[in-house]
């Protein structure tokens, strides 16, 4: 576990119902200070990539995983399988702690499902965002601009970031190893 969040139960439970698409569940507890979890970007924040780079994988994740599962489905599933960085994810968890605690940002969310798409989507919902994809840092060249944007991992996230905090978030996640780029901005209109 390299994100040292301890596992104080599991279990596995099988039930018919389940059997063409699984139901995954999982679930933690935490506590943070009060008023330290912002979730409202604001007009001229900075779109800010933190964590690792984007590949092929976890392409169509989202879909995949709701799909029902026959002998056809390991054809289609290689790409839609995010592959897991646990030391980025650690590295960009320890940003996150980091930026919380000196206030860097308004609003953070991760890039699962849907990548790109659907963190810049739902953080800029009500403001709009401009975001360029040549940007995004990559594992390898060659990636259309529709596979970075819907991209999914768990050890990338996205925040929106004043731009007068960006330098000091860019100079925490160097420390702890990690890209921390912007990509755009919040448009407010």
Known sequence: NKM??????GAIHYDPGYVRNPLVFAG??????????????EPGDLVVVVGGRTGRDGLRGATFSSMGMDAGTAEVSGGAVQIGHPIHEKQA????????????????TDCG???????VGEMGKDLGAEVELDLVPRK???LAPWEVWL????ERMVFAVPASALGRMQAIALVHGIDCVAIGRFTGD
């Open 4 to 9: 040292g969040i301890p596992t104080v139960a």
């Open 28 to 41: 933690s507890v935490g506590v943070l200070p009060r008023g330290a979890h912002p979730t409202t970007p």
């Open 93 to 108: 968890l320890e940003v996150l702690l980091a930026a919380r605690d000196e206030r860097l940002y308004h609003a953070v």
């Open 113 to 119: 499902a849907g990548g790109l798409s659907s963190a």
């Open 151 to 154: 991209s999914e991992a768990q």
């Open 140 to 142: 390898y060249a060659g």
